[in-house]
């Protein structure tokens, strides 16, 4: 085998998360930056919290807003639907 070819393993490396929680574990790095830990993620903490990023729930959201607005207007049924198309049907004649 090869020697000194692996990285040095540091035992106290810092974990900082944007919560502002910090721990100590081990790494290869000294410092390792974090945006969810377990004490701000929504699994650990029991509430629920969206993280966003780039606006994605609110696209998502609106995506389903516009479903159900188009899904309310559609007739619904064999009858409704052949209603509606003589309906239409007259109105452009």
Same mark, same amino acid.
């Given at each position: 085998?090869?020697?000194? @070819?692996?990285?040095?393993?540091?035992?106290?490396?810092? =974990?900082k998360?944007?919560c502002?929680?910090?721990? !100590? $574990?081990?790494?290869?790095?000294? +410092? !390792? &930056?974090? %945006? !969810?830990?377990? #004490?701000c993620?929504?699994? &650990? $903490?029991?509430?629920?919290?969206?993280?966003?990023?780039? /606006?994605? =729930? %609110?696209? &998502?959201? #609106? *995506?389903?807003?516009?479903?159900?607005? !188009?899904?309310? +207007?559609?007739?619904?049924? *064999?009858?409704? @639907? /052949? /209603? #509606? =198309?003589?309906?239409?049907?007259?109105? #452009?004649?």
């Open positions: 085998m090869k020697k000194d @070819i692996h990285p040095k393993y540091n035992k106290n490396c810092h =974990v998360c944007a502002g929680n910090n721990f !100590i $574990t081990g790494s290869t790095k000294d +410092e !390792i &930056y974090v %945006e !969810i830990c377990s #004490a993620h929504p699994f &650990y $903490t029991g509430k629920q919290k969206l993280v966003d990023t780039a /606006r994605r =729930v %609110e696209k &998502y959201q #609106a *995506k389903t807003a516009k479903a159900k607005d !188009i899904a309310a +207007e559609k007739p619904t049924g *064999k009858k409704k @639907i /052949r /209603r #509606a =198309v003589k309906k239409a049907a007259k109105a #452009a004649a």
